[in-house]
């Protein structure tokens, strides 16, 4: 079991101008319900000229390998062919995230043909699903995640992740979750834990724009009070984990815009076999030298740090054994594998796998109002002709601008205050002096 200590692990040099990724938001309809959603589903579409103005903003002010392509739920805009065409044309990846409702067979072949790399599923118990997979519980969402990865691997040539809001009641699952995608580890190439964050209406914050006092209500991700913890964090998952499996170890993270030692995004690789009716079998876990040496050797040769590696170098975990000789965590995984094969020689035929496990740890509001921020966030989309944090585009869309935060002042109603800017009406007396306490004179 390992410490976590940024300065021991790699921070990914992703920045707004140089970075993996960028968000385009074709639609705001969605077909679910989710409690951690931040988007405001008023079933709007955007039109083929819209979304390639946004691909021409991403352009205008970033550098990146792919595109999701998210929402709402993309597979309900009535051209997400065309869009995922249109990414391509761009010289782009394009990357589907979708909760998988409206996906069918036909349309991920059509998806692929359009030029499809990878897909995303968001899965979680807190969606609203319905029918067979209503009120299910996390661990019983497994089969519905293996229907996904299996269709997905039955088309061939992309690659398929699985992300999920993780909340108070949840979180004693991710263990769970981890093992899962390890036994699936040919066919499920990442899994995402994304903290469940929102912002309490009623609770020790106040919030402003320009200045001016603001209600928060109107946004999606606004709550009365909050009825599942809010401050998950990336050290207390990973605790978790590690009870569980000690040697799960990180290696990159990218930091936050007030508190650069926090995780915002947390990046575990790990080299394995899948259970395949026998216990899966983890090799080990790569090291800060990895993460370094691929995000550098891809803007070497291609201009742009990576997010979705091709299919084939996913499975090709052995060719990355010669690696060993300069990288720690490769070289242990390199040990335990020819120890495994002195067991189990035949399992030299088989192919050996590489799967992310990856945290976000979403805005953190810090005691004194400040908001911690992924620094050089991925995940931004286009909103006024600029790039902005699309987890918090409904502040740009409601108040033209993103909304700050100050500490509830915590005087009593009507009390005298020092406070300067305190809500009381009642004003500090002034300080007594030798005057005001002398008798009064009588001429």
């Not at 410490?3 to 140089?18: A, G």
Request: glycine content about 8%; overall charge neutral.
């Amino acid at each position: 079991m390992t410490t976590l200590d940024h300065r021991q692990l790699y921070r990914l040099p992703w920045n707004n101008s140089d970075n993996v990724l960028s968000w385009l938001e074709p639609t705001n309809k969605c077909n679910l319900a989710c409690e951690g959603c931040y988007r405001e589903n008023d079933g709007t579409h955007k039109t083929l000229a819209e979304v390639q103005a946004d691909l021409d903003v991403f352009s205008k002010w970033r550098t990146y390998d792919s595109v999701s392509i998210a929402g709402g739920d993309p597979l309900l805009h009535p051209d997400i062919l065309e869009i995922v065409r249109m990414v391509v044309k761009d010289g782009h990846k394009p990357i589907l995230n979708t909760n998988g409702v409206a996906l069918t067979r036909g349309l991920l072949e059509d998806l692929k043909k359009a030029g499809l790399v990878g897909l995303t599923f968001h899965v979680d118990s807190h969606q609203g699903r319905a029918g067979k997979w209503r009120k299910k519980s996390e661990l019983e969402l497994n089969e519905l995640r293996l229907e996904y990865a299996q269709l997905v691997a039955s088309v061939g040539g992309l690659s398929c992740a699985f992300n999920a809001t993780i909340y108070e009641d949840t979180l004693q699952f991710v263990p769970d979750l981890v093992q899962f995608a390890a036994d699936h580890i040919d066919i499920i190439n990442s899994v995402i834990f994304i903290m469940y964050r929102a912002a309490i209406t009623e609770g020790d914050f106040e919030f402003f724009r320009g200045g001016k006092k603001v209600e928060a209500t109107p946004l999606v991700y606004a709550v009365d009070e909050a009825k599942q913890r809010t401050d998950i964090n990336a050290p207390e998952m990973v605790k978790l984990i590690q009870s569980r499996f000690p040697e799960f170890s990180p290696s990159a993270y990218l930091g936050g815009t007030e508190k650069p030692d926090s995780f915002k995004w947390l990046f575990t690789g790990r080299f394995g076999y899948p259970a395949n009716g026998k216990p899966s079998k983890v090799m080990g876990y790569v090291g800060p030298k990895f993460m370094e040496l691929i995000q550098n050797a891809h803007h070497f040769a291609k201009g742009t740090y990576v997010a979705y590696l091709p299919q084939w170098t996913l499975e090709a975990g052995r060719s990355a054994m010669a690696m060993g000789l300069i990288e720690p965590g490769v070289r242990g995984i390199a040990k335990n594998w020819l120890k495994h094969l002195a067991r189990r020689p035949l399992d030299a035929r088989k192919k050996l796998h590489f799967q992310s496990v990856m945290m976000i740890q979403p805005i953190d509001l810090l005691a004194d109002g400040r908001q911690n921020m992924c620094d050089g966030c991925p995940d931004v989309t286009a909103h006024d002709g600029k790039i902005v944090w699309s987890c918090r585009l409904e502040e740009y869309r409601t108040y033209g601008g993103l909304v700050t935060s100050m500490p509830k002042h915590k005087c009593a109603p009507n009390a005298a205050c020092a406070t300067a800017d305190c809500p009381s009406k009642v004003p500090m007396p002034a300080p007594m002096s030798a005057a005001s306490t002398s008798p009064k004179q009588v001429s």
